[in-house]
């Protein structure tokens, strides 16, 4: 059961619960997630539960990963709505750890993963990376379990935990779960509920032009020609642009010419409400 009174709130507890499942043979997956549960976590839930015998979804709005300006204190909170909603999805268990616990005074210990952070969101959230990478090691160091799964929305995110990983020899399986989208497209974030209803209407042009990069570069448009073009539709359409960037999908690395095999990314600011998304190329049917 996920319903916030049954959630773990230490490492210790967690760890005993992980250890029972492991006596019984049974094998465990971790869904990391900041609350404000919406369908894209709980696809991440349904990949891990195929993956796994038993899943965790932990609970943690984590200070480290937001800058000073950010939205850390207005992030969406609502423990019941959440176990209830992750219960209902097929987690069994919800860690949900008080700041103390996760960061007790006196704690001093940063992971960074260079190389991967620089740029994209890295360039535009300093820091942000750090914070990210800190928690999972955490996370992943205190439940230990067999995978991990990540949604692709935040598809550097995922590649700096890859890395991560890799680095520091956790062994852990890392899983992406696909974007899932509104009907219009819009990939679901628990930061669209900030957009405004004219906002909203808007949102969906972001994931419009990402397919249109797509589709121009799978017609032999350069990168850069592809990127330049969308940028500045994006920006007629009433975003702010932080990126919009194609490149190689396992490195990060910029791609230049003609293209085949990419991924297109992008954040956006509408009014005050940050946005990010990306889309493969080739581009994958809906
Ligand atoms: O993607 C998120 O929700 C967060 O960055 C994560 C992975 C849970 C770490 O706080």
């Known amino acids: 059961m996920t319903r916030a009174e049954d959630a773990v709130r230490t490492v210790r507890d967690l760890r005993a619960r992980v250890a029972a499942w492991r006596d019984a043979g049974e094998t465990v997956a971790l869904v990391p997630t900041m609350g404000a549960i919406h369908a894209g976590h709980l696809s991440l839930v349904a990949l891990a539960k195929a993956q796994a015998d038993r899943v965790v979804a932990s609970l943690f709005v984590n200070s480290l990963q937001f800058g000073p300006r950010e939205d850390f204190h207005a992030y969406p909170r609502d423990e019941a709505n959440d176990a209830a909603a992750l219960t209902a999805g097929g987690s069994d268990l919800l860690y949900a750890p008080d700041a103390s616990e996760m960061y007790p005074p006196g704690f001093s210990t940063k992971v960074s993963v260079n190389d991967l952070t620089e740029d994209l969101c890295g360039a535009a959230r300093p820091n942000h ?109 009433g975003f702010r642009v932080d990126y919009v960037a194609v490149r190689n999908p396992d490195t990060l690395e910029v791609l230049q010419g003609q293209v085949k095999d990419a991924r297109v990314l992008a954040a956006v600011h509408l009014g005050k409400t940050r946005l990010i998304d990306n889309v493969p190329v080739p581009l994958q049917a809906r």
């Open 129 to 237: 990376f750090d914070g990210v990478a800190t928690i999972v090691a955490k996370l992943l160091l205190q439940c230990a379990p067999d995978i991990a799964v990540f949604g692709e929305k935040d598809y550097q995110q995922l590649l700096v935990i890859k890395r991560l990983v890799r680095d520091l020899n956790i062994p852990v399986e890392i899983a992406g779960g696909a974007i899932v989208r509104e009907d219009d497209g819009l990939a679901l974030s628990s930061r669209n509920a900030y957009l405004s209803p004219e906002e909203r209407k808007i949102a969906p042009v972001l994931y419009q032009n990402l397919c249109g990069v797509a589709g121009e570069l799978e017609k032999g448009s350069s990168a850069d020609d592809a990127s330049t073009a969308a940028r500045a539709k994006l920006e007629a359409s």
